[in-house]
């Protein structure tokens, strides 16, 4: 019972990790649309995200690789709900209407 509330609890922490990575990424996109220094942005926001999601993995897993594999699914879950969101969130422009119409 322990070990699996420990993998449920791994999962979750991913879920966490990856809403933050891929948040984050997407935050990043949106604030390069305004700033004149994007390449900053960018670098920044890849070190920190990159530095947040490693610790987080090496903490999560505690030297077990089946908790590190739940951390990694959780991560890979929210990737697909981020994606969800933003996509529901997107207003749709003539291009990507074009482009949508493509065989």
């Known amino acids: 019972m322990n070990e699996t509330l420990n993998l449920v609890l791994a999962s979750v922490a991913g879920v966490l990790l990856g809403a933050l ?17 994007s ?11 990159m530095s947040i999601a490693l610790a987080g993995f090496y903490f999560v897993s505690g ?9 990694l699914l959780g991560f890979i879950m929210a990737r697909l ?18 482009a949508g119409h493509a065989p």
């Open 39 to 49: 390449a900053l942005w960018f670098f920044g926001s890849l070190l920190l995200r």
């Open 81 to 98: 709900i981020i994606i969800r969101i933003t996509r529901a969130m997107e207003k749709p422009t003539y291009l990507a209407q074009e």
């Open 21 to 37: 990575f891929f948040g984050g990424l997407w935050w990043t996109v949106q604030k390069k649309l305004s700033s004149k220094r």
């Open 63 to 71: 030297g077990h690789w089946k908790r590190l594999l739940a951390c």
